[in-house]
């Protein structure tokens, strides 16, 4: 039986999110996160996609790098449930306590070692250890991973030069979060057609699907901090709270109201 994801944030640690799922068939959309993400799978099988290019299938014991800002998703097989681990590292804090980690593709690793290693350490984190044992932990666990003889298989990065045109539509979209398509494409002195398809093949989402991702990720940080559902909607421009939770749920594989409690 299907159990509700579980989520490990401590104040002490404010660097690492941690998440627990157990037979679960939630899937998501191509999505993109500001953290440094690590899965593990633990039960059944997935498919990894990056960049829109050809899967990968995992396995039971095989770990997922994610660099920040790479456009991925990662579902169960067809009529099949999956358990997995997600741990969620701030990226400025990975570059300063493990550089070599940071790159711009996601990275498949198979490695039996790594992954008791993996699950030793997110079983500490769910724990009551302190957290000089977690850190500890924790900055182990990256050292090992980085340096691990493993097999690796490079995927398309999400993070490739962005072209020269569309970077007032980010500028844009960081100024303006709400911007509608027509503005975003003179923003960028093209159609909005070119612009849906310039901005696909830069970043793997459409100019919508990038906003919508951006609301998600936002919303993540303000429910943390313990925002109102209804608080959260209106602020980024979601229709009513139902639309907000339909989004948030096809982005993170849990209803708002269970991912911030």
Same mark, same amino acid.
């Given at each position: 039986?299907?159990?509700?994801?579980?989520?490990?944030?401590?104040?002490?640690?404010?660097?690492?999110?941690?998440?627990?799922?157990?037979?679960?068939?939630?899937?998501?959309?191509?999505?993109?996160?500001?953290?440094?993400?690590?899965?593990?799978?633990?039960?059944?099988?997935?498919?990894?996609?990056?960049?829109?290019?050809?899967?990968?299938?995992?396995?039971?014991?095989?770990?997922?790098?994610?660099?920040?800002?790479?456009?991925?998703?990662?579902?169960?097989?067809?009529?099949?449930?999956?358990?997995?681990?997600?741990?969620?590292?701030?990226?400025?804090?990975?570059?300063?306590?493990?550089?070599?980690?940071?790159?711009?593709?996601?990275?498949?690793?198979?490695?039996?070692?790594?992954?008791?290693?993996?699950?030793?350490?997110?079983?500490?984190?769910?724990?009551?250890?302190?957290?000089?044992?977690?850190?500890?932990?924790?900055?182990?666990?990256?050292?090992?991973?980085?340096?691990?003889?493993?097999?690796?298989?490079?995927?398309?990065?999400?993070?490739?030069?962005?072209?020269?045109?569309? !970077?007032?539509? =980010?500028? $844009?979209?960081?100024?303006?979060?709400?911007? +509608? &398509? /027509?503005?975003? *494409?003179?923003? #960028?002195?093209?159609?909005?057609?070119?612009?849906?398809?310039?901005?696909?093949?830069?970043?793997?989402?459409?100019?919508? !699907?990038?906003? =919508?991702? $951006?609301?998600?990720?936002?919303?993540?940080? +303000? &429910? /943390?901090?313990? *925002?109102?559902? #209804?608080?959260?909607?209106?602020?980024?421009?979601?229709?009513?709270?139902?639309?907000?939770?339909?989004?948030?749920?096809?982005?993170?594989?849990?209803?708002?109201?269970?991912?911030?409690?």
């Amino acid at each position: 039986m299907a159990s509700h994801p579980s989520f490990c944030r401590d104040a002490t640690l404010p660097h690492v999110e941690s998440r627990r799922a157990c037979h679960s068939r939630a899937c998501y959309k191509p999505h993109s996160h500001p953290t440094f993400s690590i899965g593990a799978v633990d039960a059944g099988g997935s498919m990894f996609t990056g960049c829109g290019k050809a899967a990968v299938r995992l396995a039971p014991g095989s770990l997922v790098l994610v660099p920040a800002g790479c456009v991925h998703a990662c579902n169960p097989l067809p009529e099949m449930a999956w358990s997995y681990q997600m741990l969620h590292l701030d990226a400025q804090w990975l570059l300063e306590h493990a550089p070599a980690l940071d790159g711009d593709t996601a990275r498949v690793r198979d490695c039996p070692v790594l992954y008791a290693q993996f699950c030793a350490m997110n079983a500490l984190l769910f724990s009551s250890g302190s957290a000089q044992e977690k850190d500890a932990a924790l900055l182990a666990f990256l050292g090992a991973c980085a340096s691990a003889d493993a097999d690796a298989d490079a995927l398309p990065s999400a993070r490739k030069p962005v072209p020269l045109h569309l !970077a007032p539509v =980010l500028a $844009a979209l960081q100024t303006q979060p709400l911007a +509608s &398509l /027509q503005q975003l *494409a003179q923003a #960028a002195g093209i159609s909005r057609y070119q612009l849906i398809r310039a901005f696909r093949a830069a970043t793997g989402m459409t100019p919508h !699907a990038y906003q =919508l991702n $951006a609301h998600i990720n936002r919303a993540r940080s +303000s &429910l /943390q901090a313990g *925002a109102a559902l #209804a608080q959260v909607a209106h602020e980024l421009g979601f229709a009513d709270q139902s639309h907000f939770q339909r989004v948030f749920k096809a982005h993170a594989g849990i209803t708002p109201g269970r991912y911030r409690s």
